[in-house]
Each structure stands twice: as C-alpha cells, then as structure tokens.
C-alpha cells in the first residue's frame, strides 16, 4: 500500500514523464482514499504554470487571459 | 503585413529605450537571475548581455509575443550558458546540504510516510485569481529563496527555463533518479511554503 511520500513522489514525477501503468493504479488507488494527496496533485499543476509565468516576465502574461 | 510588423519592431525599439520601461524590466530581469544565479553580479552581467542582445537583434522580434517575454527568453538562455560553464563549481559546494534537505522533508510525514495533521495540503481553491496579484509573485519569489540551492537550481531549470530532464542531468552532472528525488523534494518544499505564506494567510 503506498503511502503519501511515495504518492507525492510519484505525483512529482509524472511531471517529467508518463508513469508505469502500475504505477498509475497503485497511485489512482491512494488518492481517491486521500484528501491531502488529492489537493498536493492540484498543486502540482499551479506551482508549474506559477512558475513559467514567473520566467516570461509574468504580468504580461497574466493579464492576458 | 511587412507594415505591421515594421510597427512592431520600431515600438519594440522605443520601448527598449524609454528610461522608465527599461528600469522596470531590467530590474525584473535581475531579480529573475539572482534567483538562479545566486551571485548579483553574474547576474547583473546576463541581464546587461541579454539587454544589449535584445537592442541588437529587435528586428527579429515579431510582435508575436509580448517584448517582455520575447527579453525574458534571451536571458534565459544566457543564464543556462552561465550555469553550463559554472557546473563544477556548483557540484562542489553544494554537497554537503544533502543531509539537512531530508530531514526537513520528513517532517512532513510521519513515519508511515502519511502527512502529518497540521502539514496535509489544503484545498487552494481557485488559485487563478492569486496568480494575478502583485503579492502572490512576492511571496512566489520568497519561497523560491528559501529553497536549498542545489533543489532551487534544478528546479528553475526545469520550470523557469524549461529544459528538458537529460539537459539538466548533463549540465549539472547527476542521474535521472537524483534530479526526480531533488525535484520532488523541491515541489514539496515550495507547495508547503504557498500554503504557509499565501493560502494560509487568506491573502486572496
């Protein structure tokens, strides 16, 4: 049974390339069971987009929506 | 369609000589690289470089991206030349923080590895209207210095200049699975430290 480090390890690194199908199951499983997990995998896409609008000079960027 | 794009490139050309505009944006472009840098002189010699790059070469600005973000892609590119040629020293140095980095992220999770009560993430809500505010981008920047330096680098490597995984591997010189464990480390840090510094705060 995975646990939470492990699920935000592998949250983390389907960032950088797709997971096992294995993998994805065992993660699938923890996070419908886990409300923080669940809000740590929401983030995961915030904390990118926060940051790449950071490097192009980000209110150009924002203000445009 | 050569009309336009003459408009654009002499209003590039103006704005990238109007006092108040230049100041705004090279002191954006500064902070921008001390983050990655780390030391404010290279990073004042990028911005001076990728400022005189972006007057050289403005006839090849389209005006198909903002001018900011069109400066922005150049200093990034001299930032990772910088970080290339600096790789060694890098390594060196920072080795031996290793240990401090783990401990601070376990006290996240207890020893089953599940979150701690007071450290499970929140729900954020919608965080599109934070990422508008001037003061989320403060305390952005504020997380990003606390990180160790080493979790920052690639880090910002990845999410600010948006290299890909074996670049960075190759220009800091580490394995996959390292890069995947200082990147984790990295995300967990800097979620916690929003969630402490923004979302806790109500700041919205």
Redesign the interface.
């Known amino acids: 049974m995975l646990?939470?480090?492990?699920a935000?390890?592998l949250m983390?690194?389907s960032?950088?390339?797709a997971l096992s199908l294995k993998d994805r199951i065992v993660l699938r499983a923890h996070v419908m069971m886990?409300?923080?997990?669940r809000?740590?995998e929401?983030?995961?896409p915030?904390?990118?987009?926060?940051?790449?609008?950071?490097?192009?000079?980000?209110?150009?960027?924002?203000?445009?929506k | 369609m050569g009309t336009r794009n003459d408009e654009d490139v002499t209003d590039a050309a103006s704005r990238l000589t109007d006092d108040t505009f230049l100041n705004d944006?090279r002191q954006?472009m500064i902070k921008?690289a001390i983050l990655q840098l780390r030391d404010k002189d290279m990073a004042e010699d990028a911005v001076q470089e990728a400022l005189i790059g972006a007057l050289k070469n403005v006839k090849s600005f389209d005006g198909r991206a903002?001018l900011?973000?069109w400066?922005?892609?150049i200093l990034?590119n001299k930032i990772i030349d910088i970080l290339r040629q600096k790789k060694r020293l890098i390594n060196v140095s920072d080795l031996q923080h290793d240990d401090g980095e783990d401990r601070d992220i376990l006290s996240?999770?207890d020893q089953?590895?599940?979150?701690r009560l007071d450290e499970?993430?929140?729900?954020?809500g919608d965080?599109e209207d934070a990422?508008?505010g001037?003061d989320?981008?403060r305390v952005?920047?504020a997380c990003l210095e606390g990180l160790p330096p080493r979790q920052a680098r690639v880090?910002?490597m990845?999410?600010?200049?948006?290299l890909e995984?074996d670049e960075i591997c190759a220009t800091v010189e580490i394995t996959v699975t390292n890069l995947?464990?200082m990147?984790?480390r990295a995300?967990?840090r800097?979620?916690e430290c929003?969630?402490n510094k923004w979302y806790m705060q109500g700041a919205v």
């Open positions: 646990n939470c480090h492990d935000t390890r983390s690194e960032q950088e390339h886990c409300a923080g997990c809000n740590f929401k983030h995961l915030v904390l990118r987009r926060a940051a790449r609008s950071f490097a192009r000079g980000r209110d150009d960027e924002m203000n445009v | 944006l954006q921008f903002a900011k973000t400066v922005f892609a990034k996240l999770f089953k590895g599940m979150w499970r993430p929140a729900d954020w965080p990422l508008r001037k989320f981008w952005f920047e880090f910002m990845r999410e600010f200049i948006e995984t995947n464990v990147l984790h995300r967990l800097l979620r929003l969630e």
